[in-house]
């Protein structure tokens, strides 16, 4: 648990931010029931282009100089996600297969991240694995409201 929270401590404070923002708005779209469109789609879209152009920045202290690219990779990943459940969010059910395969290519991720933690701890690894697990289980959310 110290972990987790210290490898919290460790994101940006944009991105922290933003990821509230968007998680706010989605609970109140939630409970409330009520269309908020422009909080939800500003917060996600924001959080979709901090993750990609600039996710090499914002995905934390990279380990080696081997992992630049992956985190790349991982920011484009994310960003995918993020645009995925905010067009699922809208309802949108052409893309309810491209959430099942955005959340089975999360769970690959999260598990090589899993496994290389076990080797050896990284707050870089730590981080990876908490903002899989998150947009993992927003994904499953709206898939499972859009389902029902």
């Known amino acids: 648990m110290n972990s987790i929270i210290n490898s919290l401590k460790s994101m940006r404070f944009l991105e922290k931010l933003l990821i509230a923002l968007t998680l706010i708005s989605f609970l109140s779209k939630l409970i409330f029931a009520y269309q908020a469109t422009i909080d939800l789609f500003l917060c996600s879209v924001f959080l979709s282009i ?7 920045y914002f995905l934390g202290k990279i380990p080696s100089q081997n992992v630049f690219f992956k985190s790349i990779l991982l920011g484009g990943l994310y960003s995918i996600s993020i645009v995925l459940f905010l067009l699922g969010n809208f309802s949108r059910d052409g893309f309810l297969l491209f959430q099942i395969f955005d959340i089975l290519v999360l769970s690959i991720v999260l598990f090589v991240f899993f496994i290389k933690m076990r080797r050896a701890f990284n707050e870089y690894y730590m981080l990876q694995v908490l903002r899989s697990s998150f947009f993992i289980i927003l994904n499953i959310i709206v898939l499972i409201l859009n389902i029902i």
């Open 50 to 56: 901090l993750y990609f152009p600039l996710g090499f």
